[in-house]
T-cell receptor, first 113, second 112 residues
Framework: NAGVTQTPKFRVLKTGQSMTLLCAQD?????MYWYRQDPGMGLRLIHY???????AKGEVPDGYNVSRLKKQNFLLGLESAAPSQTSVYFC????????????FGSGTRLTVV | EDKVVQSPLSLVVHEGDTVTLNCSYE??????LLWYKQEKKAPTFLFML????IEKKSGRLSSILDKKELFSILNITATQTGDSAIYLC????????????FGTGTLLAVQP
């Protein structure tokens, strides 16, 4: 049982390049989330999904897009990477409201130069 | 605006010490407060608190919630070097979506 798997684990991008981060969960969870973690700022919600085919904006959505075409996968796209998007990105999933928190992926460390 | 505030931001103790980490919150339609431990990678779940005054305990870790004063504490007794981590508290917000708002975390370093 893999839980939540994120790929890639590390990536270096040049300013202006695009990329997609993949999150896959095998727990049949309805809800999925993308957070970014920056020093001194905690985890901040980028986008989230409450079910297959649905997405919504979180606190810091600018510069990112997401898709949830299949229940088990939640993709985070950076259209034109900027140095301000240098961060550690965490995907998480949850079965439903009120569940005991999230199951997190192991994170993707992204550096934009 | 919903918010979660943790203190202190960082803490250095010696093995065997007892530490208390603080988390205050202002969340509309508050439901619960969660504590996570984050070592090198993903946060791992510690506790979920929903009722005031009822202590949750797991080994040397314990936590309690005060819904009147809007705060929670996480206690760690007889600290060990393996307790070194960032401790995060979070609360669900924004209705039936299970979104979490996180505090900035407390970085705990336990020295031998």
């Amino acid at each position: 049982n893999a839980g939540v798997t994120q790929t890639p684990k590390f990536r270096v991008l040049k300013t202006g390049q695009s990329m997609t981060l993949l999150c896959a969960q095998d727990m049949n969870h309805e809800y999925m989330y993308w957070y970014r973690q920056d020093p001194g700022m905690g985890l901040r919600l980028i986008h989230y999904s409450v079910g297959e085919g649905t997405t919504a904006k979180g606190e810091v959505p600018d510069g990112y897009n997401v898709s949830r075409l299949k229940k088990q996968n939640f993709l985070l796209g950076l259209e034109s990477a900027a140095p301000s998007q240098t961060s550690v990105y965490f995907c998480a999933s949850s079965p439903n409201q009120g569940a005991n928190g999230y199951t997190f992926g192991s994170g993707t460390r992204l550096t934009v130069v | 605006e919903d918010k979660v505030v943790q203190s202190p931001l960082s803490l250095v103790v010696h093995e065997g010490d007892t530490v208390t980490l603080n988390c205050s919150y202002e969340v509309t339609n508050f439901r619960s407060l969660l504590w996570y431990k984050q070592e090198k990678k993903a946060p791992t779940f510690l506790f979920m608190l929903t009722s005031s005054g009822i202590e949750k305990k797991s080994g040397r870790l314990s936590s309690i919630l005060d819904k009147k004063e809007l705060f929670s504490i996480l206690n760690i007794t007889a600290t060990q070097t393996g307790d070194s981590a960032i401790y995060l508290c979070a609360a669900p917000y924004g209705g039936a979506t299970n979104k979490l708002i996180f505090g900035t975390g407390t970085l705990l370093a336990v020295q031998p």
